[in-house]
């Protein structure tokens, strides 16, 4: 059996991957207790459901510290289990509480709203460090949906590299492990004809490629996540998400992205994310 777990700050977008997962052939289960989760799990098993997907979040705080050692427990039985947490900017969450006059679950009344999303960050912060992060600040609904049928798509039981492009200007991705930094290379925002492109396009391509310190700057990156990559294979990790950043992340971003998945798609498992393009 599959287990998916869901988890992520309240406003994240829970909901939307969760009836993803639902449309795609999971039996869902909405806010359960982290203690429930061996029990539930034998029983679903028992009943036939080969893929399962469970949101456990700060609503059922009592029992969140839990959720390491039962995710542990069950990966013992080899199980195939994966863990997606949604992560967003609090200026962000403050405006969707607004929006939708929402009662945030850890209110008593007492505390602010950003204290409770603080409060809940600092809640969550064991099981966002185990799991695999998407940053939903700047997603809109559809391409979260799209961003979650690429991740059930994955193949088991490997490492998945996941190339990010970004712009400075909108903030560093949430869920980054490496970033690299390319605004120092020419901008082909300021030729004319290249404005309106992306970094996907041929013309854009062509004037990166034609330029020797795009190049260098390539074959480091490339070859800084070459060398640690089996660092992160022996640690277990299932997932490690390299950030490229430039100014409005349109156009030399998407470039290094585009490039760095085509050379390590050979002999890795590649998903590819364009924050700015929303793609």
């Known amino acids: ?9 309240s406003g994240s977008g829970k909901s939307i991957a969760l009836t993803v997962l639902e449309d795609n052939g999971y039996y869902c289960v909405d806010n359960l207790p982290a203690n429930l989760l061996p029990e539930v799990t034998v029983y679903l098993k028992q009943s036939g459901h080969e893929r399962v997907a469970v949101s456990i979040d700060a609503r059922s705080f009592e029992t969140l510290h839990l959720l390491p050692q039962r995710l542990a427990d069950l990966r013992q039985q080899k199980m195939d289990i994966h863990l997606l947490f949604l992560d967003t900017k609090t200026d962000t969450l403050l405006k969707r509480f607004s929006e939708t006059r929402r009662r945030h679950p850890l209110s008593d009344n007492q505390s602010t709203l950003p204290e409770c999303i603080e409060m809940e960050r600092e809640m969550l912060r064991e099981i966002h ?62 030729e004319a004809l290249l404005r ?46 390299v950030a490229i950043g430039c100014t409005g992340g349109r156009h030399r971003s998407v470039y290094f992205v585009e490039r760095l998945a085509r050379y390590f798609t050979e002999n890795n498992q590649v998903l590819v994310r364009h924050r700015e393009l929303n793609a």
């Not at 799991?131 to 809109?140: E, G, V, Y």
């Not at 034609?210 to 070859?223: H, K, L, Q, Y």
Request: hydrophobic content about 40%.
């Open 1 to 9: 059996m599959q287990l998916i777990v869901i988890s992520g700050l």
């Open 129 to 190: 460090d185990l799991a695999n992060r998407i940053d939903t600040s700047d997603l809109s609904a559809s391409s979260l949906r799209a961003w979650i049928r690429d991740f059930i798509g994955l193949e088991p039981g490997r490492l998945t590299l996941l190339f990010q492009s970004f712009g400075f200007k909108h903030g560093i991705p949430l869920d980054s492990d490496m970033v690299f930094d390319v605004r120092c290379l020419p901008n082909p925002h300021y």
């Open 196 to 241: 309106p492109l992306t970094g996907k396009d041929r013309a854009v391509i062509e004037y990166m490629d034609a330029n020797s310190s795009v190049n260098r700057m390539f074959e480091d990156i490339r070859r800084f996540v070459d060398d640690w990559l089996p660092c992160f294979i022996r640690d277990n990790r299932n997932y490690l998400t």
